[in-house]
C-alpha cells in the first residue's frame, strides 16, 4: 500500500491525500513556523495541516510559498488542509471563513476543508456551506473533524454529498473503534490527530519493545500502526530531526501480531475534549 512519504490514499471522490503529514497546531506565527512547514516540505512531505483558529496561517503560507521557490515545488502537489472554527458555524460565515482562510494562506484553493468540531444546532447548517464551496469547485475535497457516529448520521441524513475525511483524536490509549468501523463502512477517510499522544507513549513499555525489534523509534512505530491500520496521521514537530525521523517509516512493517499487541493498549482514554461535551 504504501512505500514512500508521498504515498497517497485515495479519497472516494478520486482526489489523492498524503498518508502523512505535518501538524502545527500550537506553532505560533514567527521562523519556527515557517522553518517546520519549510523543513517538511524539503524532506519529502506533502501534506500540511492547520486551522483557522491555530493562528497561524498566514506562516504556513509564506512557508509554502517559500518551499515551492526553493525545492522547485508546484502547487499542485502539496496538500493543503484547514478548518472552519466553531464561531464561525453558520452558512454564510463558513463561506466568509473559508475566504479568509485562503487570504491567510495566499492560496487560491485548499486540498481539504474540514468543520473543526460538531457543535450542537450548527454542523449541519456549516456542512451545506462546505458543500457549495465543493460544488462551486473552490476546494478539492470537504471533510470533518472531531465527528461522533451521531453526528456524521445526522449530515448523510439530508446532505448531497457525504463528509470525504473525519479527523479524530486517535492514538494506542484511543482507538475510536465504533467511529473508525463507521467511517471504514462508509468510505470516509480517518484522520489521526495527536497521533502521539502529544508525547505521553513514549514511554510505554511494549511500544519500547517494538521499536527496539524493528532498531525504529515509539514515534515511527506509532506512525507505522496509523498507516497499517489504513488511518492518515498528521504528527507535530517543529524540529528538523524529528520531522524526519516521524516520515522515515515507509521501510519497515509490523506483524498481525505486533498490530493487535497494539490496537490492545486501547484504554478509551483522550488526551483532548470529548466531541459530545464541548464548551467552546
Ligand atoms: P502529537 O501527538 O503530534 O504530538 C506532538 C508532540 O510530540 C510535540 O510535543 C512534539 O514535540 C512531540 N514529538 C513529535 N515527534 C516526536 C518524536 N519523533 N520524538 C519525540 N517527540 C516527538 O500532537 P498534536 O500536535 O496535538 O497533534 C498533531 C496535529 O493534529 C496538530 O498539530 C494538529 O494539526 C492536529 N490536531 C487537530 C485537532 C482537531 O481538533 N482537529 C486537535 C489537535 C490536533
Redesign the pocket.
Given at each position: 500500500m504504501t512505500n514512500n512519504l508521498q504515498a497517497t490514499t485515495t479519497l472516494y471522490n478520486g482526489v489523492k491525500m498524503p498518508w502523512i503529514?505535518?501538524?502545527?497546531?500550537?506553532?505560533e506565527e514567527g521562523p519556527e513556523l515557517v522553518n517546520a512547514v519549510k523543513f517538511a516540505i524539503k524532506h519529502g512531505y506533502r501534506s500540511i495541516?492547520?486551522?483557522a483558529i491555530?493562528g497561524n496561517e498566514e506562516g504556513v503560507g509564506q512557508a509554502i510559498r517559500e518551499a515551492m521557490t526553493e525545492y522547485g515545488i508546484k502547487r499542485e502537489e502539496l496538500f493543503i488542509?484547514s478548518?472552519v472554527w466553531n464561531a464561525d458555524l453558520g452558512y454564510k460565515s463558513t463561506i466568509e471563513a473559508y475566504e479568509t482562510s485562503l487570504r491567510k494562506l495566499g492560496l487560491d484553493y485548499l486540498d481539504l476543508y474540514?468543520i473543526?468540531?460538531p457543535v450542537e444546532d450548527k454542523y449541519v447548517e456549516a456542512w451545506r456551506a462546505l458543500e457549495t464551496i465543493y460544488k462551486e469547485g473552490k476546494v478539492k475535497a470537504i471533510g470533518v473533524?472531531?465527528f461522533q457516529v451521531h453526528h456524521l448520521e445526522q449530515i448523510m441524513k439530508d446532505a448531497e454529498i457525504r463528509p470525504m475525511v473525519n479527523?479524530?483524536?486517535y492514538?494506542p490509549r484511543l482507538t475510536q473503534q465504533e467511529v473508525k468501523i463507521f467511517c471504514d463502512n462508509n468510505g470516509i477517510q480517518f484522520e489521526?490527530?495527536?497521533?502521539?499522544?502529544?508525547?505521553?507513549l513514549?514511554d510505554n513499555p511494549l511500544l519500547k519493545e517494538i521499536a527496539n525489534k524493528y532498531n525504529k523509534?515509539?514515534?515511527?512505530v506509532i506512525l507505522r500502526w496509523d498507516i497499517q491500520n489504513g488511518v492518515v496521521t498528521?504528527?507535530?514537530?517543529?524540529?528538523e530531526?524529528?520531522?524526519i525521523?516521524?516520515s522515515t517509516i515507509f521501510d519497515f512493517e509490523l506483524t498481525k501480531e505486533d498490530m493487535e499487541q497494539i490496537n490492545n493498549l486501547n484504554q478509551n482514554h483522550r488526551?483532548?475534549?470529548n466531541p459530545d461535551n464541548i464548551d467552546f
Open positions: 503529514g505535518l501538524g502545527v497546531f500550537k506553532v495541516d492547520t486551522a491555530y488542509t478548518k474540514l473543526h468540531w473533524s472531531n479527523q479524530v483524536e492514538h489521526a490527530w495527536s497521533p502521539l499522544m502529544q508525547g505521553q513514549f523509534t515509539v514515534a515511527m498528521i504528527p507535530k514537530s517543529t524540529k530531526l524529528r520531522i525521523e516521524n488526551v483532548g475534549p
